[in-house]
């Protein structure tokens, strides 16, 4: 089962590989909030392993998406964004 990480369908950064740009984007610039928000999701499934809880939240966070604005991204969707943004 690939890893996937919460982003938004506007963030240009790799929550993988540009974390900190991602964050800047997601948090400051944009006031979205989504690791505070994921926090609280995998808190619901404390009863799992932490790699498996954060997983279960993102897809519920991606399934109901109450603010229109969450998806899930593989590392691979995630290089071929900066493999995308670097060839401009």
């Keep these: ?4 990480k ?4 506007d963030n240009p950064y790799s929550p993988f590989d540009e974390f900190d740009a991602w964050y800047h984007f997601d948090e400051i610039e944009k ?3 989504s690791i505070e928000y994921l ?3 995998i808190e ?3 009863d799992y392993d932490e790699d498996f809880a ?3 939240a993102i897809n ?7 603010r229109g604005i969450w998806t899930k991204i593989t ?5 071929k964004l900066i493999e995308q943004r670097n060839n401009k």
Excluded at 6 to 9: A, E, P, Q, R
Excluded at 75 to 79: M, N, P, R, V
């Design 54 to 56: 954060e997983q279960v």
């Design 60 to 66: 519920e966070i991606c399934k109901y998406n109450v």
């Design 44 to 46: 619901m499934f404390d």
């Design 1 to 4: 089962m690939p890893e996937y």
């Design 39 to 41: 926090a609280r999701i």
């Design 6 to 9: 919460l982003t938004t369908f």
């Design 31 to 33: 006031g979205y909030g």
């Design 75 to 79: 590392k691979e969707q995630a290089d």
